[in-house]
Structure formats: C-alpha cells, structure tokens
T-cell receptor, first 112, second 113 residues
C-alpha cells in the first residue's frame, strides 16, 4: 500500500492543553515523513520532518518521532496556543513510491 | 526571498468552460509540483516537473488536464473542459533538485458551476 492516515478532526482544545494528532502510513520501504501546517487562507508550510527510523523532528514546540515498528509519526505539543489553530497534514515521500502522499488533514481549534 | 506565486487566487467558471492557472516557483528551484486539494482532503499530486521535463503525471486526468513548464521556470495548468468535480484548490509547490522539502504557494481556489 501507499497511504497516509490521520485522525479525524476537528480537534478542539483549550489553550495550554497537550496536543496529539495521530498519523500512520503504509509503505514498502522507509519513507521520509513530514508534518505540514496550513493556516487559514494560506498555503501549506513545512512544520517538521524525519528521514529515518527513530529520528525526531521538532519545530515551534511541536515534535514527532519516526516509529518504524508501528509505522507512525504522531504530532505532539506540550502546550498549545490559540495561534496554533490550523489544519495539520501528515505526508510521506519515498519508501517504494516517489509520489508525495498526504493525509486528509486534521483541523485543530484552540480556544482561549 | 520571494515565495511561490500563483494566480489567480480565485476563479469561478461554468462546466465545460476552460481555465488556466499560473505558477512561478522560488528562484532556483528545479522541481515543480501541481496538486489538487478537494475540500476535506489532503493534496493529491497531479504532475511533477524537473526543470522542463515531466517526472510523474500518473495521476493527471489527461483527457482534460494539461500542464507545461516550457522554459523550466513558470508553469501553467489547464483544464479543458471543466467538470463540477474539478472544484478544488490547485496548489503549486517547488523544491530544490534532489531535496524533499516542498514550498507551497497560496493556491488557486476553483469553483465550477
């Protein structure tokens, strides 16, 4: 298979809450994994990435660890802010396919 | 550094009409991608260029969609004729040759009536 599956949204949290957005993938090999963020009215921006197993990508307080054994790349943040409200996309590239593959996106809404 | 530019930002057409989108990638980026993002879904790759050559167009509906990048810089994506199900946001992205990180433009939102 060649797919990326994300948890359905919207995820609604209060400010300073802990965030987890689940992402799993299927691939024949070992792809590079990405999280992109899309703020309202804007294009996608790379948030973080990991290129091999056990690598941890991090940026702006967000983290995700490449877990080969569970084929997962869950996004986490210890304390979300209102400004983190956006749509988050998990993606992969490589690992048997050279076509970039994106998940459906997970909307995050953070209330003050 | 200027980002990926796309125009128009919005377009409304009737079914069976034609439409074209334009993309100007980041200067020096050899790889250019066109994606279709239907509401509620992730971006789906339509076509990928390396300079002015096509790397992959396996997911491009070639009976109605076409794309070109004649001089290896700007690119245009055309739909002719449009169908209702083509309503989506069309995203352009670019990257340095051999690099995985893509930089996305703001997209063109197409509505087909």
């Amino acid at each position: 298979g060649n797919s990326v599956t994300q948890m359905e949204g919207p995820v609604t949290l209060s400010e300073e809450a802990f965030l987890t957005i689940n992402c799993t993938y299927t691939a024949t090999g070992y792809p590079s994994l990405f999280w992109y963020v899309q703020y309202p009215g804007e294009g996608l921006q790379l948030l973080l990435k990991a290129t091999k197993a056990d690598d941890k990508g991090s940026n702006k307080g967000f983290e995700a660890t490449y877990r080969k054994e569970t084929t997962s790349f869950h996004l986490e943040k210890g304390s979300v802010q209102v400004s983190d409200s956006a749509v988050y996309f998990c993606a992969k590239l490589g690992g048997g396919s050279y076509i970039p593959t994106f998940g459906r996106g997970t909307s995050l809404i953070v209330h003050p | 550094e200027a980002g990926v530019a796309q125009s128009p930002r919005y377009k409304i057409i009737e079914k069976r009409q034609s439409v074209a989108f334009w993309c100007n990638p980041i200067s020096g980026h050899a790889t250019l991608y066109w994606y279709q993002q239907i509401l509620g879904q992730g971006p789906k790759l339509l076509i990928q260029f390396q300079n002015n050559g096509v790397v992959d167009d396996s997911q491009l509906p070639k009976d109605r969609f076409s794309a070109e990048r004649l001089k290896g810089v700007d690119s245009t994506l055309k739909i002719q004729p449009a169908k209702l199900e083509d309503s989506a946001v069309y995203l352009c992205a670019s990257s340095l040759a051999g690099k995985e990180t893509q930089y996305f433009g703001p997209g063109t939102r197409l509505l087909v009536l």
